[in-house]
């Protein structure tokens, strides 16, 4: 194989520079013998996670390729649902390393909403599952921004005629602006009025004059007059999860700097050869051994960096962009740019999760490492309660392939426990458990 494996920290450069030398010619060799294959489009894996719902062979290459060839993401996901191209906004939506997760909760509902125009609705309702566990775990949203997410995705379901979806929704904003210490009184009142005609049209007039009873008491017992002081600040975030910088060395930059040209020379013909498959083998050569030669590169530029690392920080900066690397190596294994581009790692899926879930259980080591220095133990419990809800979304949006579910949950659980008799006034995940699976929602502290 000959992407992904790991490298001696020990090594000398000579030795890095040989390595990477006979990687390609070795790829040379195997793509040559092989490009024909470079058009096989991937079929679909079971379809048991967010991840594995992706139809590979609906994403248009020549839009998706956009992102490999240094597109933003966003420009992507815009041009795409321009394009009327659900399956490419919404891979290039999952497999984002670039999204907040705000963007990424608002494009989910835009390519849901193209999805239930097509009649495609088993494929809306999982993109509004999406958005809402998002909404519920990540560490990064803000609670008012919890909060009318929650108030669109349960209009969405109500538009789809998924009731319990709608009311659970509902119920989650309306936990939100009732106990968050964190959402301003002026947005807590105008999202229980908003909630109180939501419940009425769901026949749910208990929960509607529940919300009526706040709304009045948030109005009358507080100044909401426009430019009115606040002293409600927003629930901190764990530094270290806000994205830590993290240069490439020139080898690695200069491989990337020829998959990008590659994969433009690579559009261009497809753009130029409207609904044509056969691409000449020397393109599909270059683009292969491009991406394959930039692979090899970064795995040999990570352990060393990460061995030669002066700080914690740098060494979470690092482990990120390797998972940051690896989730664009997965999405091309899974055939989630519309084409085959690299047949050994789409013949080798589970190799490449087992990369992934290597680089996830290393950051989350690192991130340990780095929580022990707080000295706080609140400190502590508040990062890894950032750290461990990052991860179980990870999880379930299928981006951590083998995630421990269970073991990350207890110590969730745990945490949130040790966070409650702290004081802590936070709303926080609790497991509730329909027809046997479980589910996360937001509770607080009575």
């Not at 609906?58 to 394009?83: F, H, I, M, Y």
């Not at 979304?393 to 945490?415: A, C, D, K, N, W």
Request: aromatic letters at 8%; charged letters at 25%.
């Amino acid at each position: 194989m000959v992407s992904g494996s790991r490298r001696d920290p020990q090594r000398t450069y000579l030795l890095r520079g040989m390595v990477g030398l006979l990687a390609l010619l070795v790829v040379v060799g195997l793509v040559s013998g092989g490009a024909y294959l470079y058009l096989r489009v991937r079929a679909n894996p079971a379809a048991n996670s967010p991840v594995k719902e992706l139809r590979a062979e609906k994403v248009q290459p020549s839009v998706a390729l956009a992102t490999l060839a240094g597109t933003g993401d966003l420009d992507v996901v815009n041009r795409a649902l321009t394009e009327e191209q659900l399956e490419t906004a919404y891979a290039t939506t999952l497999f984002s390393t670039q999204l907040s997760d705000r963007e990424i909760v608002g494009s989910l509902l835009l390519v849901a909403k193209g999805y239930a125009g097509i009649g495609n609705t088993a494929r809306a309702l999982s993109c509004y599952g999406q958005a809402s566990t998002i909404a519920t775990l990540s560490p990064t949203l803000s609670d008012a921004g919890r909060a009318f997410s929650f108030m669109e995705i349960g209009g969405r379901f109500a538009e789809a005629a998924d009731r319990e979806d709608a009311i659970f929704n509902y119920d989650q904003a309306f936990s939100l602006a009732a106990h968050s210490p964190f959402i301003r009184d002026p947005l807590r009142a105008d999202l229980v009025a908003e909630l109180a005609e939501e419940y009425d049209n769901l026949g749910l007039s208990d929960k509607a004059q529940e919300c009526r009873v706040l709304e009045a008491d948030i109005r009358y017992s507080t100044d909401l007059r426009e430019g009115s002081e606040s002293t409600q600040a927003e629930l901190p975030v764990a530094n270290f999860l806000k994205g830590v910088p993290s240069s490439p060395p020139a080898m690695v930059t200069s491989y990337s700097e020829r998959r990008v040209q590659a994969v433009a020379g690579l559009m261009e013909f497809l753009q130029d050869t409207p609904g044509g498959n056969d691409v000449p083998q020397e393109l599909a050569t270059e683009v292969t051994q491009a991406l394959v030669n930039e692979d090899q590169a970064r795995a040999t530029s990570y352990e060393d960096e990460l061995a030669a690392a002066s700080s914690l920080v740098l060494r979470i900066g690092i482990a990120e962009s390797r998972v940051d690397w690896l989730m664009i190596k997965y999405r091309i294994a899974l055939g989630g740019y519309g084409l085959d581009l690299v047949p050994a790692w789409s013949d080798d899926v589970s190799g490449v999760e087992a990369e992934l879930t290597a680089a996830r259980e290393e950051l989350h080591s690192i991130y340990g490492e780095q929580i022990e220095t707080f000295g706080d133990s609140t400190a502590e419990d508040r990062a890894w309660f950032d750290v461990l809800r990052l991860e179980i979304l990870q999880g379930r949006l299928g981006l951590y392939p083998e995630y421990p579910e269970q073991g990350l949950t207890s110590e969730l659980m745990e945490v949130v426990e040790r966070l409650k008799e702290a004081g802590d006034t936070s709303l926080h995940p609790e497991v509730v458990y329909e027809d046997g699976a479980p589910r996360f929602r937001l509770a607080w502290t009575e």
